[in-house]
């Protein structure tokens, strides 16, 4: 697949316009573009790679990763299941302490 269609894919789930995506829907492109091959070894190295791991995507920061074949061993659906639903809780997690701060401060 060529990088236009990742763009293409991208965009699909840029739901304001403003050219980034939710952490959950990159692990969702990473599955989708690698397939069988999808490796967390390598979605781990995305992560890691960036200033915050947790805040959205945008497209640079996702193109080159999509674009290379995925390094590791492919991962079982469960494996999948489960970080999808770390990356849920971690974005739940950040919503909560965000909330929290801004009740604070209004205190």
């Not at 390598?42 to 999509?66: A, G, K, P």
């Not at 074949?69 to 494996?79: M, T």
Request: proline share 2%; charged share 25%.
């Amino acid at each position: 697949m060529t990088c236009i269609k990742y763009f293409q894919s991208f965009q699909a789930l840029d739901y304001t316009g403003q050219n980034r995506i939710t952490l959950q829907n990159a692990l969702l492109l990473f599955k989708e573009f690698h397939g069988d091959a999808f490796s967390l070894a390598t979605w781990r190295r995305f992560l890691s790679s960036r200033e915050n791991s947790d805040s959205d995507v945008c497209f640079d920061e996702i193109r080159f990763w999509l674009c290379s074949p995925p390094v590791g061993s492919a991962c079982h659906e469960n494996e999948f299941t489960q970080e999808e639903q770390r990356v849920i809780d971690k974005k739940t997690e950040n919503g909560m302490n965000e909330f929290n701060n801004l009740k604070q401060a209004l205190v």
